[in-house]
């Protein structure tokens, strides 16, 4: 019998384990290890955010969930890899250290046969000074606990609008090296249907503050499709969506300090500057989780297994070399750790070669570009890629990966909200292939217009709403769950 042992329950790692225990039945293990007690549908929780759902709508215990597949359900959080087992055990294990279930703070040593790595991300407050809800002065979308707050503040803000006094509202990155502009995009542009819906919309300065060099960058180098019989940029379209709604941007940026009402900023020209606010969301950066490794002798090889961002190294080329250099090929295909052939990770845990959009560092050598985007559909896409290869590893079918995930190869679909009204709602709906650009194969764009589309409306915002209600189905194993896609 193999065990499989996932880190991490989000997309990526409930996606990799809950098809994997389908197809292996009960004839080998399935361990899922998170911190978390329950399931959140992220892209949801900027509508948590505005007051349209509730923390019910998003989330779902886990538990029950994975009792009725048959998964072993560990709730806690992973902090040690031990890909050659120890001094007394040659069995490969992770030590975990309880959350719940009764065992809080208990550690225990998990062995394994195959690991994906599917913690996700840290979110790195800390790296701005007063950047985040908890310890800082601006509110987060990240989790459903922090949009539930965030909507208090707005709706404390929409109070004082309509008392008649205005307000600065900033969304977008707090830091230098941020991804996820989209979640971002997706909440100013809700905040922005919701005080028009208010009737308070004159009263409210709304300003998009970014990492990005260029509106529609979102971490992926923008994106081009055909309009009118022309190619189109996504710098054009953006900029012709935040005109249209008044909403003033701030590009380059990267925030270096937060203080009550006001964000301090130095620019791509080396300029500094500051803002006030009454009420900001700006996404943090995202880091590893902080896992370390050892070997059988217990010395530290984290740098071996790890980035320096602390996300996993997987088979792809991290040979330092100029962005004119960077090639669709640098990207991994299998998801597998070049030093140890049984881990693998999926989704924002593995290190990316290198940056989607194009590398800037401004006079003062700050580094200001958006990090790449890897949630979402490419996310379970890599999660079910590296399951359907342990199983056939387990199976004898194949002693290495049978099926590949390539960011340069796959393409993805996104939906990102711009107002939730069943009538009038707002959605701007996006396809893209391949997600990373190959510019050898498609010279000049980096991608393929014809499978490479961009539109806005409310059809847009119907597909949405259906997808949060589909995927949570999925997620809860509900019947005919395999065959929706990822």
């Keep these: ?35 978390n007690s329950k399931w959140n549908w992220i892209p949801s929780n900027i509508w948590v955010g505005v007051g349209k759902m509730k923390k019910d709508d ?21 902090l040690s890899i031990h890909p050659e087992g120890g001094k007394e055990s040659e069995q490969p294990f992770v030590t975990v250290e309880y959350t719940g279930q009764g065992k809080d703070g208990e550690k225990e040593e998990i062995t394994y046969d195959y690991l994906i790595n599917a913690t996700g991300p840290k979110l790195n407050f800390g790296a701005t000074e007063g950047l985040g809800p908890d310890n800082g002065h601006t509110v987060s979308v990240c989790t459903a606990d922090h949009a539930i707050h965030a909507n208090e503040e707005l709706q404390k803000c929409i109070a004082k609008m309509k008392a008649g006094e205005k307000q600065t509202i900033v969304i977008g990155t707090g830091h230098g090296m941020c991804t996820c502009q989209g979640a971002a995009f997706e909440y100013i542009f809700n905040i922005e249907y919701e005080l028009n819906k208010a009737g308070v919309r004159d009263k409210a300065e709304l300003i998009w503050l970014t990492n990005e060099s260029f509106l529609g960058d979102f971490g992926m180098g923008g994106m081009h499709v055909h309009r009118g019989g022309y190619i189109a940029s996504s710098k054009v379209f953006a900029e012709s969506l935040y005109a249209e709604k008044d909403i003033e941007w701030i590009l380059g940026a990267h925030v270096t300090k937060i203080e009550d009402g006001k964000i301090y900023y130095e620019t791509l020209d080396g300029d500094t ?11 943090p950066p995202f880091g590893g989780v902080g896992l ?9 090889i984290t740098d071996n297994v790890f980035a320096p961002n602390g996300f996993m190294k997987v088979d792809a080329d991290y040979t330092p070399k100029p962005f004119e250099e960077w090639k669709a090929s640098d990207w991994p295909k299998t998801l597998q750790n070049p030093s140890y052939k049984n881990l693998f990770a999926v989704g924002i845990a593995f290190a990316p070669p290198h940056l989607i959009s194009k590398p800037m560092k401004n006079p003062n050598g700050t580094p200001i570009n958006p990090t790449p985007p890897r949630t979402g559909m490419p996310s379970a896409m890599m999660g079910k890629a590296v399951a359907q290869s342990i199983r056939d590893m387990i199976e004898g079918k194949s002693d290495k990966p049978t099926h ?6 796959m393409g993805a679909a996104c939906v990102a909200s711009a107002g939730n009204g069943f009538f009038d709602g707002m959605a701007v709906s996006m396809t893209v292939y391949p997600v990373v650009p190959d510019y050898e194969k498609y010279p000049g764009v980096g991608r393929d217009l014809e499978y490479t589309s961009g539109e806005i409306g409310l059809a847009g915002h119907w597909i949405k709403l259906f997808l949060h209600h589909a995927f949570i189905w999925k997620a809860k194993l509900k019947p005919l769950w395999k065959i929706i896609p990822e």
């Design 1 to 35: 019998m193999a065990r499989v042992v996932v880190l991490g329950g989000g997309v990526s790692g409930h996606t990799a384990a809950t098809f994997l225990k389908d197809w292996l039945g009960s004839q080998h293990e399935v361990v899922v290890v998170t911190p």
């Design 58 to 78: 998003v989330v779902f215990d886990l538990a029950p969930v994975y009792e009725k597949a048959g998964i072993d359900y560990r709730q806690a959080k992973a």
């Design 273 to 283: 500057d500051e803002q006030e606010f009454d009420f900001s969301m700006l996404i």
């Design 292 to 300: 370390k490794a050892y070997d059988k002798e217990g010395a530290d």
């Design 404 to 409: 590949t995930a390539c960011m340069s190869e």
